[in-house]
């Protein structure tokens, strides 16, 4: 406990350049100390003392602002930056060397049930308010940009940015059933189809483009040798 504490303190030391010494990181930083009341309501949460555990993280929620579900679990060299607004879930893995920023959560779609929550393997970097939801793996070494979701797995080694609102509801009647889990993603056949009859068109566009160059180029002087009419 005492070695993983020591290496969660180095983390903040070499990833925040604003950490000064260990004195003021184990002093004055909220995500520091959310992690380490985690490390404590984890182990409490593996005793089977789970109400215990929950009513210490709503505390510890309150005084850092970060809530860390007392099941997730977390690997050495975790880093919170800032913290406020973070929220990781009960099923929630995170590997080792993880960096998270403020407004970051790791929850599910509401829908699914056993492991509802994402796993971010080693050195995983997760910008300010980014969302990532479900029961899906961000690569290692991936960095999710600020403000996006994600509920599609991410490879190692990649950057993802971005975020796809829609209009669910209007004056107060509903005008799409939205629900994330049946959000179309890239693998999905019917996304697939959609992406293949783009390439055709476009291939399409392209031959017409081709031929009505051709039409439409000016007779060179050769071609009008003979021909009175054209000279």
């Not at 476009?202 to 009175?228: F, I, M």
Request: glycine share 10%; with cysteine; charged share 25%.
């Amino acid at each position: 406990m005492f070695r993983t504490l020591l290496r969660d303190i180095q983390a903040a030391r070499d990833r925040d350049p604003a950490a000064r010494s260990n004195l003021e990181i184990l002093l004055c930083y909220s995500g520091v100390h959310a992690i380490m009341a985690h490390r404590l309501t984890h182990r409490l949460w593996q005793w089977n003392l789970k109400l215990l555990a929950r009513w210490l993280s709503q505390v510890v929620k309150f005084f850092t602002g970060v809530e860390i579900h007392p099941g997730a679990t977390i690997g050495e060299g975790f880093f919170i930056d800032h913290g406020a607004g973070t929220v990781i879930g009960e099923t929630a893995e995170i590997g080792n060397g993880g960096t998270l920023f403020q407004g970051v959560t790791l929850g599910g779609t509401g829908k699914e049930t056993g492991k509802r929550h994402p796993t971010l393997e080693d050195n995983v970097t997760v910008g300010a308010h980014a969302q990532i939801l479900g029961s899906i793996t961000i690569g290692e070494c991936s960095v999710v940009g600020a403000g996006a979701v994600v509920v599609d797995d991410i490879p190692p080694y990649c950057t993802v940015v971005g975020s796809k609102a829609y209009v669910v509801r209007r004056d107060g009647q509903r005008v799409y059933d939205f629900h994330h889990e049946r959000a179309l993603r890239a693998k999905d056949p019917e996304m697939q189809q959609l992406l293949d009859r783009i390439k055709q068109l476009e291939e399409e566009v392209s031959t017409l483009k081709a031929k009505c160059d051709g039409y439409c180029r000016p007779q060179t002087s050769a071609s009008t040798e003979g021909n009175p009419e054209a000279q």
